[in-house]
């Protein structure tokens, strides 16, 4: 059996394409209008003791840490409860991790 392809099978086929990559490219961009995650190397995150993970930071290096605290507890963490990586207004324009930990964090209200 052989099947043959019109020249309208072939233009229906390009326009699926083009509107797949579209769509996709329309996604890439949303995501890169989100804002970056706060890298713990990054000097300012750096400056201020930032980890990602509230459970990584040594007690002794930084001795203003307390078990307990964390950017989910901090009054400086904005967003929206749940999510993960979230504004904080120390780090504008980033995303900070909700379980991380800096140097300035305040006990929320
Ligand atoms: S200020 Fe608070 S919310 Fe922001 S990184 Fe430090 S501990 Fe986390």
Not at 13 to 34: C, E, K
Request: hydrophobic share 40%; with cysteine.
């Amino acid at each position: 059996m052989s099947q043959t392809f019109s020249r309208r099978d072939a233009l229906k086929g390009i326009a699926v394409v083009v509107g797949a990559a579209g769509a996709a490219s329309t996604v890439r961009t949303a995501r890169a209008d989100a804002p970056a995650h706060l890298s713990p190397t990054d000097p300012t995150a750096q400056a201020l003791g930032y980890h990602e993970s509230a459970k990584t930071v040594d007690a002794k290096a930084f001795p203003t840490y307390a078990a307990g605290q964390m950017c989910n507890t901090c009054a400086q963490l904005q967003g929206k409860p749940g999510d993960e990586w979230r504004p904080c207004n120390i780090f504008a324009g980033k995303l900070v991790n909700q379980n991380g930990w800096c140097k300035v964090w305040v006990k929320k209200a």
